[in-house]
């Protein structure tokens, strides 16, 4: 199993201390691959990428419009066998 969490990244430049999840990409319980794009932040005007980081079954733990803080976990993936 591992995390999918918002990185530090996005806030290098930004003035605000949160973001808020504009979007998930994928369903709750679709098969995902390494990389692929999972869901969007919105970070003051920007919107971010999170990728899957490991192939797998996507399950989803923050719900769209859930405030977001560098290191928030906002869902899971478990490895598909």
């Given amino acids: 199993m591992s995390d999918i969490t918002v990185a530090q990244d996005p806030w290098s430049s930004s003035i605000m201390p949160e973001g808020f999840i504009e979007r998930w990409l994928v369903s709750n319980g679709a098969l995902v691959a390494p990389g692929e794009p ?29 405030v977001v803080e560098p290191g928030s976990v906002i869902g899971r993936i478990v490895a598909h066998s």
Wanted: aromatic share 0%.
């Fill in 38 to 66: 999972v869901a969007q932040v919105r970070i003051e005007d920007a919107l971010h990428d999170l990728m899957a980081p490991i192939a797998g079954k996507l399950l989803i733990e923050a719900r769209v419009n859930s």
